[in-house]
């Protein structure tokens, strides 16, 4: 069993507008890249998605729903 994984890159235009609102909160940002795990012959895939770090909190969904 062989398992691929694939980065998912983060675009520059959702990178640039996430700045601007942490410049704008005056808060910290950590952004980490998500990525796509397969395992190669079946149809299983593990998807781990970008992770936004906000003053060392990682819940922090509500707020971009705020801004964007």
Do not use: P, W
């Not at 795990?37 to 781990?48: F, L, P």
């Amino acid at each position: 069993m062989k398992v691929e994984v694939k980065e998912l890159k983060i675009s520059n235009e959702l990178s640039k507008k996430i700045d601007m609102i942490c410049r704008f909160a005056s808060v910290r940002l950590n952004l980490t890249s998500g990525c796509v795990k397969n395992i190669k012959g079946t149809n299983i895939a593990y998807v781990k998605s970008h992770i936004l770090s906000v003053n060392g909190t990682m819940n922090c969904q509500h707020f971009i729903r705020q801004f964007l």
